[in-house]
């Protein structure tokens, strides 16, 4: 299983984006889905995760109330929609799948650039 990225992108402060991850092959085989984001010389930080067969969902304190997580198991891909969007949330972010949920990731997609501006 491969994870593909995209959505990225540059966006004023108060806009909105949404990510998405495609996972190849035709079943999803991990338990859960979740999008971290890095900014250069900064630890990887999570943002948010899905549980993928029963939907149940995680948001970071700095995301809650403006980035939501979902997943659409008929086209193996999870989503991020990211409102309300501040310069802080400038970074790479980066979709991962695990076995055995949020605290280690078996597989990472490539990342991509979200730029806000003011």
């Known amino acids: 299983v491969q994870l593909q990225a995209s959505g990225g992108g540059l966006v004023q402060a108060g806009g909105s984006l949404k990510l998405s991850c495609v996972a190849s092959?035709?079943?999803?085989?991990?338990?859960?889905m979740a999008w971290f984001r890095q900014i250069p010389g900064e630890e990887r930080e999570f943002v948010a995760g899905?549980?993928?067969?029963?939907?149940?969902?995680y948001l970071a304190d700095s995301v809650k109330r403006r980035f939501t997580i979902s997943r659409d198991s008929t086209k193996n891909t999870g989503y991020l929609q990211m409102n309300s969007l501040k310069l802080e949330d400038t970074a790479v972010y980066y979709c991962?799948?695990?076995?055995?949920?949020?605290?280690?990731?078996?597989?990472w997609g490539q990342g991509t650039q979200v730029t806000v501006s003011s």
């Open positions: 899905i549980n993928w067969s029963g939907g149940n969902k």
């Open positions: 092959g035709r079943a999803f085989p991990y338990v859960v």
């Open positions: 991962a799948a695990g076995s055995f949920g949020l605290d280690n990731m078996d597989i």
